[in-house]
């Protein structure tokens, strides 16, 4: 299973930007599918928004979708997720998490990085 630490993570107010990083361990990076998924309190995680092995195919949830980007450098193993036009509403703590190609959910997962959104 691939080691995954998150950073970037803090306090920003409304219409603010962050960048989340999440750096992985092995040298498979690049043969999974990675995500970032994100869980606010009393509520279930949830996911945000996952990108292909190759890079070229990027899904994202509906409430995320035009405000953040979701990217990754398979040579520097880290997948990144840039959130602008940052709501309260996104306060969550926001977990990486990696696929293999051959696994049909997501089995891997970093220990969280904190955002929240003050108003």
């Known amino acids: 299973q691939a080691q995954l630490v998150e950073t970037g993570g803090g306090l920003v107010q409304a219409g603010g930007s962050l960048r989340l990083s999440c750096a992985a361990s092995?040298?498979?990076?690049?043969?999974?599918?990675m995500g970032w998924f994100r869980q606010a309190p009393g509520r279930e995680r949830e996911f945000v928004a996952s990108i292909m092995w190759t890079g070229g195919r990027t899904y994202y949830a509906d409430s995320v979708k035009g405000r953040f980007t979701i990217s990754r450098d398979n040579a520097k193993n880290t997948v990144y997720l840039q959130l602008n036009s940052l709501k309260p509403e996104d306060t969550a703590v926001y977990y990486c998490?990696?696929?293999?190609?051959?696994?049909?959910?997501?089995?891997?997962w970093g220990q969280g990085t904190q955002v929240t959104v003050s108003s």
């Open positions: 998490a990696a696929k293999p190609l051959t696994a049909a959910d997501f089995g891997s």
């Open positions: 092995g040298r498979t990076f690049s043969s999974y599918d």
